[in-house]
């Protein structure tokens, strides 16, 4: 939404209201004076706010309706016979950004990216004499979709140009600047950890990844895939004219308000390019492992592995299952300023103060295990790897650990004893698995309840009984607190918000060491890390929803076998 309307009185909305900062406001009237726009695209194209809260801001100062995507015609021949009833042709009211409609009661409804515009009013008034009129506040992305349909409907435009010149041209333009933008304000206030934006063959589909699960946010027509990739692919330092090789690129911007480190990332697909950003914010990101999920017990046995002097501890799970933030967690824990720590990343993601990073660049051969090479010539106490992801990297880690360092990585494996075995799987000798090792933790990250909409719930009897096994002495005398979704609009209607680490913590003891050197199947192993009291992760899960923390749906999804 944009109208013409000087700064002051609608920044002294947004300050009172807390959405824009003070410093916000001079940037944006440095921004206005410099290159001109209208205020509220000034506002959101320099990430001060995003549109959805200033378009409700704008309606409760101009006393104008908002219409959500859902109350407005999907079909553009509902525009154009009103606008053919008009007697004035389609170009001007694409020219004006404006689509009028007739509504339920005969009254003409009419969205347009400056409602306030007089000649706008006088046309309506003099075209529809007898009718009343009523405006409405609308999002850009609703209009120009809007606008793009009646434009396609009219063949009054077309975008099947694929020179690379009018593709940058594109990219540059207001429109297309401030739906990119938006669009990942939006992301960023719905908690969104990835946005994908998708071509079909006729729709575009942008998706947003919240709390693991992927959202269908936006569709699009698949004309405007080639200006909004271009706009991304330029922002992010990707070159615009290749489009049959996949990219990475990277970006720092401001969203509502906050700096957020970007990833991007394409990859050519049938109907065009997939391209996925990753959402990293630099600020109020905190690491601690009071805060991680774990349990009491799994708590005080994980600080006792970190504070080991030299050994291995390693964290397994799949991609997305927060293993990144445990391994950081963790060496925010142990930053005593008495220890050196370094870790060795691809990417890195999130920078932590007193800690040397290294990010590898396999393009130009600076590998994990070249980097790690050079690395143990720094003097570290402790060393971080990203991933053990090949047998020489492995080598390396274990050799670091056997000369008195702690050692912290990450590997690919869907429970912790399987680490043992995959480790043997890449070459590494059973005396070296067994040596080293510390402990072996296996996560995965469960939505929690939304604490607004989540209601009572009672589980079968068979979760009951089993939840009854698990629970600490310390909660016999305590109720349970089992709940179930509902959804609300904190929760965008999920049910969930935020989510929390479900744990299997298996130390290497004597007898574990035992069952690796002699190569016993992971059935057996899982048996000794039971009898020695872990929890699988469906456990640890229960226990949580024994809590209300999630559900049991949701521990049984994540832990399906």
Same mark, same amino acid.
């Given at each position: 939404?944009?109208? %013409? ?34 205020? /509220? ?10 549109e959805d809260k200033l378009l409700q801001v704008l309606s409760e100062m101009l006393h104008i309706p908002v219409a959500d995507a859902q109350e407005l015609p999907t079909d553009p021949r509902v525009f154009c016979q009103c606008i053919e009833k008009s007697g004035i042709e389609t170009d001007w009211w694409i020219d004006q950004e404006a689509l009028i409609w007739e509504g339920p009661d005969k009254q003409i409804c009419c969205i347009a990216r400056d409602p306030l515009n007089d000649s ?11 009718? @009343? ?30 020179? =690379? ?14 739906? *990119? ?15 994908? *934006? ?90 601690? =492992? ?13 600080? %006792? ?29 142990? @930053? ?43 003097? /570290? ?35 912790? *004893? ?24 296996? %996560? ?14 009672? /589980?079968?009897?068979? =979760? ?13 005398? %305590? ?9 609300? !609009? ?9 989510? =929390? ?8 003891? !004597? ?9 016993? !199947? ?29 559900? *049991? ?9």
């Amino acid at each position: 939404m944009e109208i %013409q309307q000087g700064l002051s009185f609608l920044g002294e909305q947004l300050l009172e209201k807390g959405l824009i900062t003070h410093d916000d406001l001079q940037k944006a009237e440095s921004f206005q004076k410099r290159i001109g726009g209208r205020t /509220p695209a000034v506002l959101t194209r320099i990430g001060a706010v995003s549109e959805d809260k200033l378009l409700q801001v704008l309606s409760e100062m101009l006393h104008i309706p908002v219409a959500d995507a859902q109350e407005l015609p999907t079909d553009p021949r509902v525009f154009c016979q009103c606008i053919e009833k008009s007697g004035i042709e389609t170009d001007w009211w694409i020219d004006q950004e404006a689509l009028i409609w007739e509504g339920p009661d005969k009254q003409i409804c009419c969205i347009a990216r400056d409602p306030l515009n007089d000649s706008l009013a006088e046309v309506l008034n003099r075209a529809f004499p007898d009718r @009343n009129v009523e405006f409405f506040l609308v999002c850009n992305y609703d209009l120009d979709r809007l606008l793009d349909a009646v434009s396609r409907l009219k063949s009054a435009m077309s975008h099947g140009d694929n020179d =690379i010149e009018q593709l940058r041209e594109l990219a540059e333009e207001a429109p297309v600047i401030e739906f *990119v933008n938006n669009l990942l304000s939006q992301a960023y206030n719905q908690r969104a950890s990835d946005v994908h *934006v998708e071509p079909g063959e006729h729709i575009l589909e942008v998706r947003f990844r919240i709390d693991g699960i992927l959202y269908t946010r936006f569709s699009l027509p698949r004309e405007r895939f080639a200006a909004i990739s271009s706009r991304i692919k330029l922002i992010s330092g990707m070159d615009i004219a290749e489009r049959r090789l996949p990219q990475d690129g990277r970006l720092s911007l401001r969203l509502s308000g906050d700096s957020v480190d970007l990833r991007v990332s394409t990859v050519p697909g049938v109907h065009g390019e997939s391209v996925v950003l990753r959402l990293l914010p630099k600020e109020s990101r905190g690491f601690s =492992i009071e805060t991680l999920g774990l349990e009491s017990d799994t708590y005080r046995v994980f600080r %006792q592995w970190i504070g080991e002097p030299h050994g291995i501890i390693l964290v397994t799970g799949p991609t997305g299952s927060g293993k990144s933030t445990t391994l950081y967690s963790a060496l925010e824990s142990i @930053n005593d300023k008495t220890k050196k720590i370094i870790t060795v990343e691809d990417p890195v993601e999130y920078h932590l103060e007193g800690i040397t990073q290294i990010q590898t660049h396999s393009e130009i051969g600076y590998t994990f295990a070249r980097a790690l090479r050079s690395i143990l010539r720094q003097d /570290p106490d402790v060393v971080l790897i990203g991933e053990i992801r090949d047998k020489e990297t492995a080598e390396i880690a274990i050799q670091a650990s056997l000369t008195g360092h702690l050692v912290i990585s990450t590997l690919h494996t869907n429970d912790a *004893v399987s680490a043992f075995t995959r480790l043997i799987d890449m070459g590494i000798e059973p005396f070296l698995v067994a040596t080293p090792i510390r402990a072996v933790i296996a %996560q995965r990250l469960v939505r929690q309840l939304c604490p607004k909409c989540s209601q009572p719930a009672e /589980p079968v009897q068979a =979760i009951r009984d089993l939840a009854q096994t698990l629970i600490p002495e310390e909660w016999k005398n %305590q109720e349970p607190k089992w709940r179930d979704p509902a959804g609300c !609009p904190e929760c965008q209607g999920t049910g969930y918000k935020g989510r =929390i680490g479900i744990y299997e913590a298996v130390a290497v003891t !004597p007898e574990m060491q035992n069952l690796i050197l002699s190569g016993k !199947p992971s059935g057996d192993m899982q048996r000794v890390a039971k009898q020695q009291g872990s929890r699988t992760l469906r456990e640890d899960g229960l226990l949580k929803a024994w809590h209300g923390i999630t559900s *049991v749906a949701e521990v049984l999804r994540v832990t399906a076998e």
